[in-house]
């Protein structure tokens, strides 16, 4: 299976950082990786004019992004490593659905019915491993995790019908302790193992 595993973290020395490594050195053990690391890529974030002009255009000017919608495109699972900030994806991230789940390669849009039709379907796996500043507590009960629904209901969508996926998220990182760090890791180190 090839897997590419999507990191968005800029600082190398991060928890973050370690658990995205974790999870390229799990995966190889088994499978083929493509590790992205977005920041590491210098991957610019903002959609250029062309890239907007084209979007509803029938052909999207993918040009800036053809590397990553051809990794995007092979790969049979995708798994993103990333925190939340303000319950929410870094912008690096967020810039890199915008930019490469892009017209003609996520989906094709049925502008009549108002509809998109997804086009991911060699995707079967997709996975997220985060973590969040703030309690479980007040990102699922009070902010009713706004960011986990982005990933299930809009982009999780785009893929195969029979996709699996899984959810791993360390919270109150604010307050995190070598020893919980320690057991997400490991947490995570044997989901990915399961693979």
């Known amino acids: 299976m090839l897997i590419q595993v999507v990191h968005s973290h800029p600082l190398e020395d991060s928890y973050n950082h370690a658990l995205f490594k974790t999870i390229v050195e799990t995966l190889e053990r088994r499978h083929e990786v493509i590790a992205t690391d977005l920041?590491?890529?210098?991957?610019s974030p903002a959609m250029t004019e062309a890239e907007r002009r084209s979007y509803y255009e029938g052909h999207y000017a993918e040009e800036g992004v053809s590397r990553?919608?051809?990794?995007?495109?092979?790969?049979?699972?995708?798994?993103?490593?990333f925190p939340h900030w303000w319950f929410s994806m870094p912008a690096m991230l967020k810039g890199y659905f915008d930019r490469v789940w892009a017209p003609?390669?996520?989906?094709?849009?049925?502008?009549?019915?108002?509809?998109?039709k997804p086009h991911l379907i060699n995707i079967r796996l997709f996975g997220?491993?985060?973590?969040?500043g703030s309690?479980?507590?007040?990102?699922?009960?009070?902010?009713?995790?706004?960011?986990?629904?982005?990933?299930?209901?809009?982009?999780?969508?785009?893929?195969?019908?029979?996709?699996q996926s899984f959810y791993l998220a360390h919270y109150d990182m604010d307050r995190s302790t070598p020893a919980s760090r320690n057991a997400f890791m490991e947490r995570v180190r044997a989901k990915v193992s399961s693979l």
């Open 104 to 116: 003609g390669t996520a989906f094709t849009h049925d502008l009549a019915g108002g509809r998109i």
């Open 135 to 163: 309690a479980w507590w007040l990102t699922r009960i009070v902010m009713q995790d706004p960011g986990r629904k982005v990933l299930f209901r809009a982009l999780k969508p785009m893929c195969g019908p029979a996709v």
């Open 128 to 132: 997220v491993v985060t973590t969040y």
């Open 68 to 81: 990553l919608i051809g990794q995007l495109r092979r790969a049979d699972g995708i798994i993103f490593c």
């Open 39 to 43: 920041y590491r890529e210098q991957f």
